[in-house]
């Protein structure tokens, strides 16, 4: 029999209120059941979490950011740099002129404004050890303009560093702009990390999706990007975050395990652009400020490669990372590698990569074997046994934490950036990728991952099986909450 007390009859009133927003708005069962089931179980403490988290604010949001978007592509039309930038270089390519074009042409339905350039020297930074100097050294030679921005900025010894630089070349007169998730940089946020940076004349910038006094409460969105631009010409992208734990000697462990990539060529101006379109949200920057020849050069070409921009968002017309990521699997033909520290995929991706073992594809997937978090590996251990029954190989790299996102297809594709292959990177968080067909690269990338699997143990099906019942339900319990993580 029901709760019929006063506090009973509330809790049906707004449970009931709150079931008819989510089956209205909930379109994946799974999704829809498990909001059901907090809702009416947890007496108030469900409709809060429902609220926070699970509200449908996402298409709302989105809008919001398309329309901060649309103001600033319509400042850039009558820009004098926007004719070079909407170049699309396609049009001159032919597709024996390179093998991955194939690739490029089915994911670039996804992407959009975007577009595949040519022209692009890139190069595999492995661990912070190489990202963090690459990046000091451009910036200190900065003349023009520093742009970074990052999910994690520490509180610590290398987040001192990178302000370090960046105050100097504020004050030799640079514009320097710091961009940050106020989630992950929490304890830097609220620790007036950034106060003296701002007194050199660094521009500094959090971004958050939960604002109330500005019209946003997306609590379970989150900015996951890592992109620097200095000067317009040179390009950082990865998963690499600015603290202590992703460099040697800073502590006792070994560091974390990640790349990022160091980008020369036209495809710069599109992360560039980017990274005005969020700092402009953030922000509300005059567009006359953010959108000049300085920070917009002249196109170059400095190499070979080609390069398209993946920006992912929970966009209402679609996810540009997810599609991508399921359209480079589809498109694999003989082989394909995928790294990632966090895989709780949804079953379209699933089933994509079964598929490809069924065409004949060689399939292998790198997970941490010990991860950071441990209801998500929990969760991720759930998908192994479908994957293994279709005969892709899964490989657990041994500590320290491996926190790199790649993958590479038939050996002549790679794309690489901030996403996870977890519903939160495909669905929830603002995420940058770079697709990238470039030999030296794609082949640098290639023999990292082979490294990867050398220090891996791959998972065998019938030690999989043979499992503890205790531990299967351990798992099974944490995926039900895939669309939360």
């Known amino acids: 029999m029901g709760d019929l007390t006063l506090a009973g009859i509330i809790h049906g009133i707004v449970a009931t209120i709150l079931s008819f927003d989510l089956l209205l708005t909930k379109h994946r069962p799974v999704s829809a059941v498990l909001w059901l089931g907090v809702v009416w179980t947890l007496p108030y403490a469900g ?7 699970g509200v449908d604010r996402v298409r709302t949001g989105a809008r919001r950011r398309a329309e901060s978007n649309a103001l600033l592509q319509q400042r850039a039309a009558l820009h004098p740099t926007f004719e070079g930038l909407t170049v699309d270089s396609m049009r001159r390519l032919e597709p024996e002129m390179h093998p991955a074009l194939r690739i490029f042409k089915a994911t670039d339905s996804a992407v959009r404004r975007n577009r595949v350039l040519k022209g692009h020297e890139v190069d595999l930074l492995v661990d912070g050890d190489r990202f963090f100097p690459a990046f000091m050294e451009a910036a200190a030679a900065a003349k023009e303009s520093v742009h970074l921005q990052t999910f994690i900025f520490g509180r610590d010894r290398t987040g001192q560093e990178f302000l370090d630089v960046l105050m100097e070349r504020a004050r030799a007169g640079v514009d320097v702009r710091v961009l940050y998730d106020r989630f992950g940089s929490t ?29 946003r409460f997306q609590i379970n969105l989150r900015n996951h990007r890592k992109v620097a631009v200095v000067d317009g010409r040179i390009g950082f992208v990865g998963g690499i975050n600015i603290h202590d734990g992703h460099r040697s000697g800073y502590l006792k462990e070994v560091p974390i395990r990640d790349y990022h990539v160091r980008m020369r060529g036209p495809a710069v101006a599109d992360l560039q652009f980017q990274f005005i379109e969020d700092w402009f ?20 070409e400095s190499g070979a490669g080609l390069v398209q921009v993946v920006p992912g968002g929970p966009h209402p017309g679609g996810n540009a990372v997810a599609d991508v990521f399921f359209a480079a699997i589809a498109s694999a033909e003989r082989s394909l590698v995928i790294v990632t520290p966090y895989f709780i995929p949804d079953e379209p991706i699933v089933q994509a990569l079964r598929y490809a073992v069924f065409r004949g594809v060689d399939v ?23 994957l293994l029954r279709s005969g892709v190989r899964i490989f657990e790299r041994r500590p320290p934490f491996i926190h790199a996102k790649a993958l590479v297809v038939d050996g002549i594709y790679a794309l690489m950036g901030s996403a996870n292959l977890d ?13 990238v067909a470039e030999e030296g690269f794609v082949a640098a990338v290639t023999r990292q991952v082979e490294e990867e699997i050398a220090q891996s143990d791959e998972v065998r099906p019938e030690v999989h099986r043979a499992r503890p019942l205790v531990r299967r339900l351990a798992e099974n319990f944490c995926y039900l909450f895939q669309p939360m993580l």
């Not at 409709?47 to 988290?53: C, G, K, L, R």
């Not at 304890?187 to 019209?215: D, E, N």
């Open 47 to 53: 409709a809060i979490a429902y609220v926070s988290f």
């Open 187 to 215: 304890w830097a946020h609220l620790g007036r990390f950034f106060q003296p940076a701002r007194k050199a004349g660094v521009r500094v910038c959090s971004i958050t999706q939960a604002h109330p006094l500005k019209g």
């Open 423 to 435: 519903y939160r990177s495909l669905h929830l968080n603002f995420e940058t990728n770079l697709e």
């Open 364 to 386: 292998r997937l790198v997970v941490p074997k010990v991860g950071n978090h441990r209801y998500a590996e929990f969760a991720s251990r759930a998908l192994y046994a479908p």
């Open 281 to 300: 949200f953030a922000s509300r920057e005059h567009p006359d400020a953010l959108l000049n020849p300085a920070h917009f050069p002249p196109y170059e």
